[in-house]
């Protein structure tokens, strides 16, 4: 069984700062961690994803995220945050080993970002 | 290249009644899973379909069904509908292996509201 824990609910930042949302997981077998992110009313875009290539993944709009297997994290970090990037984002575990689970994802509770001028 | 389309994106149904929400893939994905969205339980898993066969399934009552099409095209129903399923309801696609088999790409969903 899989699990994702983000650590924080809310994070609140002021415009041109650093962004870290925390997130840790726990599965038994090597595991595939995505980042999603969910604008209001939208559907969910993928940010990044990490696959047990490289432990620094870069993904879209300036986020990465560092797979930490020592520590079981995954936090995601931005160098500068922008009034764009206000939204929820959601730490995400796929376990592929053994079997068919494409499909099933297990999703943290999310991380709401809020973004200050 | 066309997304994930979901139809409707906006529905009011009262408790007792049945409703179907429809799901068209990106083009070439064969994989069509569904997932409920709910402030107080996240982001939930209902079921995948692949190869028009339902290959996983969560932990929701029997009320929560799905079916996909030769085309992958998929349709989830509920029935007897109660006033706890409003919620999102998202569907995602994706190519089915390979290494890109687990990434999902999400359609806008249908906000369910029970009266």
């Known amino acids: 069984a899989q699990s994702v824990t983000q650590l924080d609910s809310h994070v609140s930042v002021s415009e041109g700062t650093p962004v870290l949302l925390r997130c840790n997981y726990s599965?038994?077998?090597?595991?595939?961690l995505f980042w999603y992110v969910q604008h209001p009313n939208k559907g969910l875009q993928l940010l990044l994803k990490y696959t047990s290539a490289a432990t620094l993944v870069k993904g879209i709009n300036g986020f990465e995220a560092e797979f930490k297997k020592s520590e079981t994290s995954f936090h995601l970090t931005k160098p500068s945050a922008h009034m764009s990037d206000a939204a929820e984002y959601f730490c995400v575990v796929s376990v592929t080993a053994g079997g068919t689970s494409y499909g099933k994802l297990t999703f943290g509770q999310g991380t709401i970002l809020t973004v200050h001028p | 290249k066309a997304g994930v389309t979901q139809t409707p994106r906006y529905l009011i149904k009262t408790r007792g009644q049945q409703v179907t929400l429809s799901c068209s893939p990106i083009s070439g994905h064969r994989s069509v899973s569904w997932y409920q969205q709910t402030p107080g339980q996240g982001l939930q898993f209902l079921f995948e379909?692949?190869?028009?066969?339902?290959?996983n399934k969560g932990n929701f009552p029997g009320r929560f069904s799905g079916r996909q099409f030769s085309n992958s095209r998929s349709e989830m129903n509920v029935s007897t509908l109660e006033l706890g399923d409003s919620a999102l309801y998202l569907c995602a696609s994706s190519v089915a292996r390979g290494s890109g088999a687990n990434v999902l790409t999400f359609g806008a969903g249908s906000r369910l509201t029970v009266l």
């Open positions: 379909y692949f190869s028009e066969t339902q290959r």
């Open positions: 599965s038994s077998y090597s595991p595939s």
